[in-house]
């Protein structure tokens, strides 16, 4: 789950890792309260989940409220890679003196914690890595141990900033190991880290991705879910709480389990078709859910025929069976659909769903033979 640099920046005050002060807006007149109210100068910043604002256009300073007008205008409704900017956040602006790369991520092939200290920042951290490797100082963390306080002085002096940013960049690194491990984040990346020219080192930028898994245990992360940006399509699915990405194609996807989703949008793909979306029912069935999940491939007018993709094991065929036709009761579908079902009382299932079969309702015995009939009647519609 990614935050946005304004909720980032949110994160880290909690954990008192200085920021500049500022504030979130929706509007060009909400950004001009919000700089008035900090005072000028202001830089305006695109709220997207990619990088490279500045460089798009996307991250503006402003010396009064006429030109936080104008920088505010042209920033709300920007395409930044793809991604519209719907809310800027409007920061003091701070004199930099220097730019500096700090962040902890998880080293899967390591099986521990990374952190990544660099006296070149402001860039893509994959460019140093790739131009200029021995720039960044590694350590690991271990994540019993924590980052203890000799080993962060060693790593701030390996990376080799600047003396009067050394007590700072300690004293931040610090509260930056204990938000990463206390907010069960997966990165916490601050590029750039800034030494000030009156010799303060503070947050310019936030990245923080936190783990989804631990939602349970920080009941707060529901505004970062809720936030986070869907299509249409996706903001119908998570309303519904189903496990769905959009995709671009024209089959639509149903299957229980997220590998067997992941495997169903391979075949199609394999088959020379398109799947229009992943989407993971779990493992349960039932006509509810599937009755949503027809709802939301429904709605997507790029779909043309539904695959779905069913192994029985704890849910039995039968009850899958039935949760099918149940759902097909309820929902009218545009789209012809093509059933594989297997794994537990699948005879059974298919039996069930015998009565049923027509032009527009097929059972396939196999995932392959089901992907080939799916794209093959999103190809030529009936
Ligand atoms: P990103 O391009 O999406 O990573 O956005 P950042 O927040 O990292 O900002 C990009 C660059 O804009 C920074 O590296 C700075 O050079 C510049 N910048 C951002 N905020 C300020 C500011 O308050 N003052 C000045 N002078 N430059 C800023
Ligand atoms: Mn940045």
Redesign the pocket.
Known sequence: MDLF?YQGKQLFARYDIPV?PGGAADSVDDTVAVADRIGYPV?V??QVH???????G??Q?AANAEECRRHATAILGMDIKGHTVGRVWV??????AR?YYASFTLDRSAKTHLGMLSAQ???EIEDVAANNPDAIARIHVDPVEGLTAGQCEEWVDAAGLDPEARSGTIDILTKLWRCYEDADADLVEI??L?LTTDGVVRA??A?VTLDGNSVFRHPEYKEYEDTQPRDAREEQAYRKGLQYVGLDGTVGVIANGAGLAMSTVDVVNEVGGKPANFLDIGGGANADVMAGALEVINHDPAVKSIFINIFGGITKGEEVANGIVQALERVAIDSPIVIRLDGTNADEGRAILEPHRSERLRVEPTMLDAARAAVELARHPR
Do not use: F, T
């Open positions: 640099e500049s830089v910043k695109a990619v990088g490279g604002r500045g460089k798009a996307g991250i300073l920061e003091q602006a701070s004199d930099i730019e920042g402001g860039v590029n750039p800034i310019l930028d990245k």
